[in-house]
T-cell receptor
Framework: GAGVSQSPSNKVTEKGKDVELRCDPISGHTALYWYRQSLGQGLEFLIY????????KSGLPSDRFSAERTGGSVSTLTIQRTQQEDSAVYLCASSPNPLGYEQYFGPGTRLTVT | SQQGEEDPQALSIQEGENATMNCSYKTSINNLQWYRQNSGRGLVHLILIRSNEREKHSGRLRVTLDTSKKSSSLLITASRAADTASYFC???????????FGQGTELSVKP
């Protein structure tokens, strides 16, 4: 079946602009995660959804970052007033159950802020 | 925050040799997982070992877990050039399944 998809695959934006990153999880997966991978910081957890609610937002680096999930499916990660330090690969993953299962990752969105 | 520390950071071997990567972590865990990443994009799950398990095998992969030392190792036997990738350990601290990743080991297998 289809895996996790993310769009766009690449995004170049000017500093100060807002961006939206989209994640389509595997159908039926209730848990959805966003991670960020950047040089020098490795892979960092950002936010976790169980259904449409986000019990854990602890990894969001600032209030410029927000995310939502609708219909227990698609999720969007929004970054407002982008800064150069936001440049990274943003990875989405889904899991059939949040309790101790493997996660299925999408190909990521490479964000470059100029 | 990064919990897992991996070593070595980079490993270069010849095809047919075995590759061993190590991971250490700091807190109690529900399980530990190993992932592979090619070309800095999506991660692929390799194997999951639960906190009450000590060793697990999957094909050419062998994972060990020592909860008393808070460490794990990944062994790839009879390596192939196609195994060239970055390998990450990730711990699940039973907080909704979020994973805390190590910095990764970059493996290069030369034909």
């Amino acid at each position: 079946g289809a895996g996790v998809s993310q769009s766009p695959s690449n995004k170049v934006t000017e500093k100060g602009k807002d961006v939206e990153l989209r994640c389509d999880p595997i159908s039926g997966h209730t848990a959805l995660y966003w991670y960020r991978q950047s040089l020098g910081q490795g892979l960092e957890f950002l936010i976790y959804f169980q259904g449409n609610s986000a019990p854990d937002k602890s990894g969001l680096p600032s209030d410029r970052f927000s995310a939502e999930r609708t219909g227990g499916s698609v999720s969007t990660l929004t970054i407002q007033r982008t800064q150069q330090e936001d440049s990274a690969v943003y990875l989405c993953a889904s899991s059939p159950n949040p309790l101790g299962y493997e996660q299925y990752f999408g190909p990521g969105t490479r964000l470059t802020v100029t | 925050s990064q919990q897992g520390e991996e070593d070595p950071q980079a490993l270069s071997i010849q095809e047919g040799e075995n590759a061993t990567m190590n991971c250490s972590y700091k807190t109690s865990i529900n399980n530990l997982q190993w992932y592979r990443q090619n070309s800095g994009r999506g991660l692929v799950h390799l194997i999951l070992i639960r906190s009450n398990e000590r060793e697990k095998h999957s094909g050419r992969l062998r994972v060990t877990l020592d909860t008393s030392k808070k460490s794990s190792s990944l062994l790839i036997t009879a390596s192939r050039a196609a195994d060239t990738a970055s390998y990450f350990c990730a711990t699940d601290e039973n907080q909704g399944g979020k994973l805390i990743f190590g910095q990764g080991t970059e493996l290069s297998v030369k034909p």
